[in-house]
């Protein structure tokens, strides 16, 4: 028989158990789709958290803020970011080094925040003065790095050094725990799902025992008995993927409509699940459904003829 | 031609199924297996399609040593046999032709092949119109024959049967054997497990008994062999009017010219 006539038999046959036993195949179905689809939004909301990530990456900040200088020592206090700032444009991770005077920090705060200025009333000395420095993407790999940060630290007249690196590390962190958690999760569901199909299959296996021997005693091949419930578990999985894939479309477009606006949605949802995502899924389950399929069968001896009598 | 040399088959706890048995049928010949119940009938059936490993001793089946195949190969070695039951062993939810046309469809005929080959078994079993029927939709005997054409599909070399008219009532078993008859006729090697002593001593021919696995008695009936064909048109008491499994007598020459088909 030709492998493509095969598998064209193991599929009819497939199709066939599939109806018959239509109800713990149901199961399995959902099983696997409810598996996939946890995944799956672990999968978009950790995509979507390290592309901010990696956007804040492009334009990575260290902001030196200086201690607002006493009365009669502005000058110095000039001098000493000019300085700072002259020497940080001599590294090669730096692309540029600006200054912002306490006065240019009251105006940006004013400018986004109009509703909040009147904070700043109360304490004149609100925000200090300080030095931008736009660094490299990646700037944090070379070395020589941390140690100039350090510096920075020790600097004359600086009072703190707020690097973007940690924030976005921090961001990192989530999205490796939310990955982490994905995988974890999703790793188990779908060996859940896995093992629950591998059980229909095998279940199945018993409901057709008389069948797959009679197919043993024609002179059928292990292939040919064994192919259709292999078709039948990757069949499984494929539509339990499909399912899943569909539901988190449908999910992304209803929970992103209504989070529309929220920082956390612009944060998670900012993009929906791409065709390969979705792709992903469907051949996720296929592979997980036959996987089940050979290793429920793995070992077993279908329809070997039974001894009737001696 | 089937081979037992000093054939042994023993299960765990000791029960021995079968001991130091040897035989052969030749090529074309058509030979019945007797004894009473648990006398070691199936299981010595079963060792000729690897249904069972034998504990001791080597059998051959058309010179393949079939003791030591490998587990790989013993498909097609039952692809040169045809296997026929008392339970007549049907897949009820599939039709005739598809139950008939099992072996052509693993062996890679396409459709048309299929139907051929299941219409000309069934043609010889006498049951072409019933292609399209499920097999709880036929009589006892009607089943019997479906699974003979099964077993018949491909001209297997051997055909084996375990008790096939064990669940028919006479006139049915009659019809049966007669079936078997005329596939030797043409050619295939019969074995034929029963303990219907009436059939056996009505065909004649060869004999082989077991009593509690050892083979006790191997003789010649009527001094026929290879057997003499009885008149298949002999009525056999009242027949089934829904039953059409009387075989057609062959054109002379027929069935030689078919027999040398055979492979």
Redesign the interface.
Known sequence: ??FR?ALA?FFREAATGLV?SWKVSFVAVATIAVSLFVGGVFLVVGGNLSRVAERAKEDVRVVVYFDPAAEGQQAERNREMEGLARQAKGKAWVLGATLVSSDEARQRFVATFPGLAELLDRDAEALPPSVEIRVTPEADATAGYDEWIDQLHRSPGVSTVDDDREWINQLKAVVAVVRGLGLALGGILLGAAVFTIGSVIRLTTYLYE??I??????????F?IRGPFYAEGLIQGFLGGALAAGGLWVAFQVTAARMQGALLGALTLARPPSPEDLLLLAALGAAGGLVGGVISLRGENLG??P???? | MIQFFHVAKHYPGGQVALDDVTFSVLRGEFAFLTGASGAGKTTLLRLIYRGEVPSAGRILVNGRNVSSLPRHKIPYLRRTLGVVFQNFRLIDRKTVFENVSYLPRILGADRTEQRQAALEALRRVGLAHRLSAFPPQLSGGEQQRVAIARAVVQQPEILIADEPTGNLDPDLSWEIVKLFLEINRRGTTVLLATHDRATIERVGGRVLTLDAGRLVGDVTLNGTMPPALPDLDEPAGPTNPEDDSVAQPEQPGQAEQEAAETP
């Open positions: 028989m030709t006539r038999y018959r008389e069948e021997t009679i197919m043993r005693l024609v002179g059928a091949t292990e040919f070997e003829p001894v009737d009598d001696a």
